[in-house]
């Protein structure tokens, strides 16, 4: 059975559904004034993992994941480049979504944004006034997080240890220095909508209570994001969500570890963080996205080039396992598909206990690993002939078989091991100068000069091969791979 770490109550618990076979799950987005950054994305893939393992267990997901395309930072950027807030937004959108496709990282079942749900909020902030939970100071409205019995549940921390100063900027507007505003004021050049309390914009909280209860219902199973969202945002959430709607809100909160540089967290405030696509133009992206799923969602992970060279090494050695036992199952006019999983097999139920665990991915992938020394072992017995007779030749043959398609069958739950071998073996960076063809070109040169024994030019070939990257693989053809 699934036990999530519930970040509520602090432990591991048992997942059931509020309805049986259907889960509904909410994850905070982007704030789109800028490029998506590697914390963004380990959002984005952990949550694709946790949906992805949901789905193969047999569940029917409804996945919601928000935009925020109204909020001080965005009105902040829109006027440093003179250009309206719409026009910045759909431009981060449309990046956010390209860097999102680059990883795999499917699309969620809804997509709401912020400005198509002002109604909404509107409305949720109209019942919260009458429930005596907000009040409007100097042309905003205000949440009394004092009026709520619950608040700092989430966080474990009492509205005393909350204290003004740490957190919460101090506002004499406010009847608490922990209130946070619910509707704002407008400002001039701002966008703004017509309110009860006049002109103005929602507050971020309110944004993520309203989509999520509209999508999803008042009451849902999974509420995602980073840990740096637990409080207060999510706090807050729960504070409106539960003071208007009255009843409980989520049952399972989720929050995914930062990614660290240096040992802070990669964050734009801090200046430290580098962009999905600044990564992307040095490393694959199934490399970037096996880099991050490999950690457990809720440890910290460091972002250096040393680390993704050692993912981009481990991805490799899978790939070239597929590859091989591609190569030689062709010669029986067999192929590595993606198959229905078969849940007794030894190392897929000890998959699958992983995944139940809490989505250990580390676990899961050290599954994966198993499988590709199976897969080289029982290669390299046929290859050398070291089976003893016809009945363990054959055995071989279906354990190569069984083994690699099951290595790719379990891949595809986490978004992995999907591509043709030799596709991931040899793709270039976007800015390589050194073509397929001109690497072909080489080959043949070195192929001309080893036939006229010319083994100083041949080596010096390899040698210029491998300072750029490309490793040669002398087979009954020479072949090639990235490095």
Known sequence: ???????????????????????????????????????????????DVVR??????????????????????????????????????????????????????EKPDHEPRATGHVAGMLKMIGVLEQRGLAYRANGDVNYSVRKFPGYGKLSGKSLDDLRAGERVEVDITKQDPLDFVLWKKAKDGEPAWDSPWGKGRPGWHIECSVMSCELLGSHFDIHGGGQDLQFPHHENEIA?????????????????GFVRVDNEKMSKSLGNFFTVREVLAKYDPEVVRFFIVRAHYRSPISYSDQNLEDAKSSLRGFYIALRDAQLLLETRSKGIHVREIDWNNEIAAKFREAMNDDFNTPEAIAMLSRLASEVNVARSAIVHSTYKSQTEEETLWSALYEDASLL????????????????????????????????QELIDARAAARKAKNFAEADRIREELLKAGIALEDAHVTGWRRL
């Open 52 to 105: 992805r393992w949901l789905r193969a267990s047999g569940l029917a997901v409804t996945y919601v994941r928000n935009i925020t395309d109204i909020d001080d930072k965005i009105i902040k950027r829109a006027q440093e480049n003179k250009e309206p807030v719409d026009a910045l937004t759909a431009r981060f959108i449309r990046a956010m979504d390209e860097d999102n496709a680059a990883l795999g990282v």
């Open 408 to 439: 790719r069958s379990l891949g595809s739950v986490l978004g992995l091991l999907q591509r043709e071998p030799q596709q991931f073996l040899q793709a270039l960076p976007a800015d390589e100068k050194l073509t397929p063809q001109r690497i």
């Open 1 to 47: 059975m699934l036990k999530i770490y519930n970040s509520l109550t602090r432990d591991k618990q048992d997942f059931v559904p509020i309805t049986p076979g259907k889960v509904r799950m909410y994850v905070c987005g982007m704030t789109v004034y800028d490029y998506c950054h590697l914390g963004h994305a380990r959002v984005m893939l952990v949550f």
């Open 240 to 256: 409106q969500s539960e003071g208007a709607n009255q009843s409980k809100f989520v049952n399972y909160w989720m929050h995914n």
